[in-house]
């Protein structure tokens, strides 16, 4: 059985910022990933300005990310829909941009990275069975799988919602039509029991990311495209952006997204990182910076205080993500309600409001 001081699950942004800063600090870290290639992830693809900072305090400059600049937010609901100025400007991004540029950091940082065979299960005394069969040892685990379940080491999120909120991804080409429309801008289109957000990324391709409850889709009989289709039928705005695109084949989907969710209570030598410890309500476009917000402490945690540091820095933790939780779980209810959500858009037109509540929904690292 192998032995090692910090075990890393997952080369996602939580897993590689906790990396990074795990090996500056000397801690020499070892990163598990299941993906031999760096993925293209199901993520909103937007990137706060906040978050931006972050990333070039981890050695990565905005020029080298090379993503698609946004300063406006456009907000959709039935015929209602308003325009308004983000408080600083974020950035379009792929996660395999992203999350190939942290890799390559991580790895220039002396991180040991492994890929090709992820955790299969773990324990809280730091004992981990890798995909292939082989078992590894511990001190600390830095738990980064994500939205998924790692076996022994569930997220302790209570009674599973009869009617569970579901993330669902295309990648559009994206016409010359559509970019232009998209230019500056990141779009959400609010539907019935949930919303669409769509941006340019790096390449000038199209994120249409969806978050729904599953009974939407049950209404589609299961099917995406269908489903696309019946959100198209309820707001126009989707529909004329949808409208000559071509809808590739591909999809990408996560069931049972527990949005609102945080950690309370840690156990030793176990750090949760990432929607392992706090799921923001992806309207929110701070998944991101949560990520690396957690990566980024949890290091310094543990270098300050080992293994036995885990406890305080979720607890802790946890008490940083309150309020951008909180604000985003607001704005979600309202998504999740047309009719109120075509109501609140009025208030949009309020100065500084979106500014605020952008301001509101951001971690700091």
Request: aromatic residues 4%.
């Given at each position: 059985?192998?032995?090692?001081?910090?075990?890393?699950?997952?080369?996602?942004?939580?897993?590689?910022?906790?990396?990074?800063?795990?090996?500056?600090?000397?801690?020499?870290?070892?990163?598990?990933?299941?993906?031999?290639?760096?993925?293209?992830?199901?993520?909103?693809?937007?990137?706060?300005?906040?978050?931006?900072?972050?990333?070039?305090?981890?050695?990565?400059?905005?020029?080298?990310?090379?993503?698609?600049?946004?300063?406006?937010?456009?907000?959709?609901?039935?015929?209602?829909?308003?325009?308004?100025?983000?408080?600083?400007?974020?950035?379009?991004?792929?996660?395999?941009?992203?999350?190939?540029?942290?890799?390559?950091?991580?790895?220039?940082?002396?991180?040991?990275?492994?890929?090709?065979?992820?955790?299969?299960?773990?324990?809280?005394?730091?004992?981990?069975?890798?995909?292939?069969?082989?078992?590894?040892?511990?001190?600390?685990?830095?738990?980064?799988?994500?939205?998924?379940?790692?076996?022994?080491?569930?997220?302790?999120?209570?009674?599973?919602?009869?009617?569970?909120?579901?993330?669902?991804?295309?990648?559009?080409?994206?016409?010359?039509?559509?970019?232009?429309?998209?230019?500056?801008?990141?779009?959400?289109?609010?539907?019935?029991?949930?919303?669409?957000?769509?941006?340019?990324?790096?390449?000038?391709?199209?994120?249409?990311?969806?978050?729904?409850?599953?009974?939407?889709?049950?209404?589609?009989?299961?099917?995406?495209?269908?489903?696309?289709?019946?959100?198209?039928?309820?707001?126009?705005?989707?529909?004329?952006?949808?409208?000559?695109?071509?809808?590739?084949?591909?999809?990408?989907?996560?069931?049972?997204?527990?949005?609102?969710?945080?950690?309370?209570?840690?156990?030793?030598?176990?750090?949760?990182?990432?929607?392992?410890?706090?799921?923001?309500?992806?309207?929110?476009?701070?998944?991101?910076?949560?990520?690396?917000?957690?990566?980024?402490?949890?290091?310094?945690?543990?270098?300050?205080?080992?293994?036995?540091?885990?406890?305080?820095?979720l607890r802790r933790f946890a008490r940083s993500t309150r309020r951008p939780v909180a604000v985003a779980s607001a704005l979600k209810r309202i998504?999740?309600?047309?009719?109120?959500?075509?109501?609140?858009?009025?208030?949009?037109?309020l100065p500084g409001l979106v500014g605020f509540l952008g301001e509101a929904t951001?971690?700091?690292?």
């Amino acid at each position: 059985m192998r032995r090692t001081t910090a075990l890393v699950a997952g080369a996602g942004p939580a897993g590689l910022a906790a990396a990074i800063g795990l090996a500056r600090g000397g801690a020499k870290p070892l990163v598990v990933e299941r993906h031999r290639e760096t993925p293209d992830l199901l993520c909103g693809g937007f990137v706060s300005w906040q978050t931006l900072e972050t990333i070039e305090a981890l050695g990565i400059t905005p020029a080298a990310l090379g993503g698609h600049a946004i300063d406006q937010v456009g907000l959709y609901a039935g015929d209602q829909s308003r325009v308004a100025k983000l408080p600083n400007t974020g950035m379009g991004l792929s996660r395999r941009r992203l999350d190939g540029l942290l890799r390559e950091a991580a790895a220039a940082a002396g991180a040991k990275i492994e890929v090709g065979t992820g955790l299969s299960a773990a324990n809280s005394d730091g004992e981990a069975r890798l995909a292939d069969g082989s078992e590894i040892t511990a001190e600390a685990l830095f738990l980064a799988t994500g939205k998924y379940e790692l076996r022994g080491l569930k997220r302790p999120v209570g009674e599973p919602s009869p009617d569970p909120w579901m993330g669902i991804r295309y990648r559009l080409p994206a016409s010359a039509r559509l970019q232009d429309i998209l230019d500056g801008a990141i779009e959400m289109h609010i539907v019935r029991h949930g919303y669409a957000g769509l941006l340019l990324q790096e390449d000038g391709s199209a994120n249409l990311c969806m978050a729904v409850r599953r009974s939407r889709l049950r209404e589609a009989e299961g099917d995406t495209r269908a489903l696309l289709r019946l959100l198209s039928r309820e707001t126009p705005s989707l529909a004329d952006r949808l409208d000559g695109e071509t809808i590739p084949d591909s999809v990408d989907a996560v069931s049972r997204v527990p949005y609102g969710w945080r950690v309370r209570e840690g156990q030793h030598g176990i750090f949760r990182l990432g929607d392992q410890a706090a799921v923001i309500p992806s309207l929110a476009g701070e998944g991101i910076g949560i990520a690396l917000a957690s990566g980024g402490q949890s290091a310094r945690a543990y270098l300050a205080g080992g293994a036995i540091a885990a406890p305080d820095f979720l607890r802790r933790f946890a008490r940083s993500t309150r309020r951008p939780v909180a604000v985003a779980s607001a704005l979600k209810r309202i998504a999740d309600r047309p009719r109120l959500a075509r109501r609140a858009l009025s208030l949009a037109a309020l100065p500084g409001l979106v500014g605020f509540l952008g301001e509101a929904t951001r971690i700091r690292a």
